[in-house]
């Protein structure tokens, strides 16, 4: 097998991350938003001193993770094609549209905000996956080791995260230690937040 090279995201890797973050993150509400809205994101996200890293395999990226330091609204990125693409891609996937207003609600007008906000010693885990082919071949756990790593030298001492993968939660809880914040029902679908110390 060629050797998979892990690297720190760039800005000429935002198409392929994008792809992966459509693909692979179902449950994203953001996804409704479109591709192009998902590369204004991800490109804004890094110029606001963002990072993460990425594994790739001749020039293929199968997998990244994201830390957010520094978040940005996701309402400056909306463009006509990106509104263009919620209302029928809302029509196509009702159930995602629900959970996107749930979402909405809870993350922008509740009264207990359920938006993970990073701190100075806490650091977010944003966004994470890895291609279906590539999946439980060890990949994951080698970007987060490669996310912990970098985290601790940039002086944090928490992981922050939000997470509807239920086996990826018992991972964390299981060998990072991992404690539940918080478990939030967004829709369809139920998140947990969870916190540990590196
Ligand atoms: C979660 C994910 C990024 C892990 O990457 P990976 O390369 O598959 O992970 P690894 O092989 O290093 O295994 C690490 C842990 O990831 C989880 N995992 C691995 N394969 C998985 C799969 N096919 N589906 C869901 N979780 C998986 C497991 O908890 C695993 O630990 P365990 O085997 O001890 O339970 C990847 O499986 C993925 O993209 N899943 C779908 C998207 C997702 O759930 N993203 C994270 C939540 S926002």
Do not use: C
Request: hydrophobic share 45%.
């Amino acid at each position: 097998m060629d050797k998979i090279k892990f690297t720190i995201i760039e800005e000429k890797h935002i198409h392929q991350i994008s792809n992966i973050h459509n693909t692979e993150l179902g449950e994203s509400v953001l996804n409704l938003f479109g591709i192009e809205f998902l590369e204004a994101m991800y490109l804004d996200l890094l110029r606001q001193g963002n990072w993460g890293f990425l594994a790739q395999i001749n020039g293929e990226v199968i997998g990244f993770i994201f830390a957010t330091q520094k978040e940005v609204s996701f309402i400056k990125h909306l463009s006509v094609i990106s509104i263009f693409n919620f209302f029928i891609k809302s029509l196509q996937s009702p159930k995602k549209f629900y959970s996107f207003m749930i979402a909405f609600k809870k993350f922008y007008f509740a009264k207990v905000n359920h938006k993970i906000i990073p701190t100075n010693i806490a650091i977010e885990l944003s966004h994470f996956a890895v291609k279906n082919n590539w999946k439980s071949a060890g990949i994951g756990k080698k970007l987060l080791k490669q996310f912990e790593n970098k985290a601790n030298l940039n002086g944090f001492n928490f992981i922050l995260t939000r997470t509807h993968n239920m086996r990826l939660a018992d991972y964390y809880i299981k060998y990072k230690n991992a404690s539940t914040i918080k478990k939030i029902s967004l829709g369809f679908n139920q998140f947990l937040i969870l916190k540990w110390e590196i």
